[in-house]
C-alpha cells in the first residue's frame, strides 16, 4: 500500500516567492494533519482536517501561511509571501481517525529552504 | 498543554545489545494514547509502536518494546539485539483523549556501533 507521498522533496526558492507544498494521504485516511520540524522548536502541528474541512488552524504561524484539502486525496499548505525563518521540513501525517489510539503515518516530508 | 520529556540527547550502543530511550510525560488526562517514532537520516518519520493508558500490557512490536509505567508517567522504548539501521532520531509522542494534537519531545539520537 502507499504511504503518505508528499512533493517535492527538496524546494529552494528566494524570499518573497510563493511556495506550494503538497500532500496525498493514505486512501481512507479521513485526517491529514501538517507539521513543520526546526531545530529550535521541534515537531509542530500547523492544522489538521477532517473529511476535507479544517478543524484547527491555531498552528499556522502567520496569514502568510493557508492550507487547503479540496478532496480526500490531496492537501496543500501554501506560503506567500515566504521568508528565510519559515525553512523548515514540513510534514504531512494521516490517519484513520484522530483520537489518542490512532497512529497518524507521515510522509517522508519537505525540505524547504528559503534563501 | 501536554509536556513530552526525552532527557536523552545522544546515546551509543553496541551492536547485539539492547537500549533503553527514555520518555516521560505530564498530563492530567485519565485517558491517552503514546506513540514512539523513527527518524533515519534520511528524515521520513516512522510509526514503531503504540500504547495505550488503559493497556494492562506493554506493547512489543517486532524488537521494540514499550516499558510502560503509569504512576510514573514514563514509556520507556526499547529496541533489543540493536541493529546498524537502528541508528536515527527516535521521538516519543502523547495524543490525549479524544484529541487530535500529538505532543513530540525533543528526540533521542542513537548510533549503533559495530
Known amino acids: 500500500d502507499a504511504g503518505v507521498i508528499q512533493s517535492p522533496r527538496h524546494e529552494v526558492t528566494e524570499m518573497g516567492q510563493e511556495v506550494t507544498l503538497r500532500c496525498k494521504p493514505i486512501?481512507?485516511?479521513?485526517?491529514l494533519f501538517w507539521y513543520r520540524q526546526t531545530m529550535m522548536r521541534g515537531l509542530e502541528l500547523l492544522i489538521y482536517f477532517n473529511n476535507n474541512v479544517p478543524i484547527d488552524d491555531s498552528g499556522m504561524p502567520e496569514d502568510r501561511f493557508s492550507a487547503k484539502m479540496p478532496n480526500a486525496s490531496f492537501s496543500t499548505l501554501k506560503i506567500q509571501p515566504s521568508e528565510p525563518r519559515d525553512s523548515a521540513v514540513y510534514f504531512c501525517?494521516?490517519?484513520?481517525?484522530?483520537?489518542?489510539?490512532?497512529?497518524?503515518?507521515f510522509g517522508d516530508g519537505t525540505r524547504l529552504s528559503i534563501l | 498543554a501536554q509536556k513530552i520529556t526525552q532527557t536523552q540527547p545522544g546515546m551509543f550502543v553496541q551492536e547485539k545489545e539492547a537500549v533503553t530511550l527514555d520518555c516521560t510525560y505530564d498530563?492530567?488526562?485519565?485517558?491517552?494514547?503514546l506513540f514512539w517514532y523513527k527518524q533515519p537520516s534520511s528524515g521520513e518519520m516512522i510509526f514503531l509502536i503504540y500504547?495505550?493508558?488503559?493497556?494492562?500490557q506493554n506493547a512489543t512490536e517486532g524488537r521494540y518494546s514499550l516499558n510502560f509505567q503509569k504512576a510514573r508517567k514514563s514509556a520507556n522504548l526499547v529496541i533489543s539485539a540493536s541493529q546498524l539501521g537502528d541508528s536515527a532520531m527516535y521521538f516519543c509522542?502523547?495524543?490525549?483523549?479524544?484529541?487530535?494534537?500529538?505532543?513530540f519531545g525533543a528526540g533521542t539520537t542513537v548510533t549503533v556501533r559495530a
Open positions: 500504547q495505550g493508558s488503559y493497556d494492562q
Open positions: 486512501s481512507g485516511h479521513d485526517y
Open positions: 509522542a502523547m495524543a490525549p483523549n479524544n484529541d487530535y494534537k500529538l505532543s
Open positions: 501525517a494521516s490517519s484513520f481517525t484522530a483520537g489518542n489510539n490512532q497512529p497518524q503515518h
Open positions: 498530563t492530567s488526562d485519565p485517558s491517552y494514547g
